[in-house]
Nanobody, 129 residues
């Protein structure tokens, strides 16, 4: 059974940095889409960044460009989200999602949470001013 597990969340002051990790265990596809989403109470889950593992497509939401960077360890099926210059508005529960299709095959829906077959339980990020 596939499991998606996030880690690395925490509390930082504005301007600080965090690195989130996502592990997709028992996931045997060679090319697939992994993504980060975030959600705050009362709001819809929004896409942060997505990447085709085993490919080249990478997508970032406009509000994180230049501050958040994806990296991966393909052999370990890990996706990392490096976050710098964090702002209080970045405070949210961050979720990782995985789908057997590549991000391009999602036909523009790579930032739609319901698109993904597997999702994790989330890791909390809190940024204080």
């Amino acid at each position: 059974q596939v499991q998606v597990v996030e880690s690395g969340g925490g509390s930082v002051q504005a301007g600080g940095s965090l690195r989130l990790s996502c592990a997709a265990t028992r996931f045997t596809y060679n090319s697939y889409c992994m993504a980060w989403f975030r959600q705050t109470p009362g709001k819809e889950r929004e896409g942060v960044a997505a990447r085709t593992i085993g490919g080249y497509a990478t997508y970032y939401a406009d509000f994180v460009k230049g501050r958040f960077t994806l990296s991966q360890d393909r052999a370990k099926r890990m996706l990392y989200l490096e976050m710098i210059n964090l702002k209080p508005e970045d405070t949210a529960m961050y979720y990782c999602a995985v789908d057997p299709r590549t991000c391009d095959q999602l036909n523009g829906d790579h930032f739609l949470a319901g698109t993904y077959r597997y999702r994790g339980q989330g890791t909390q990020v809190t940024v204080s001013s």
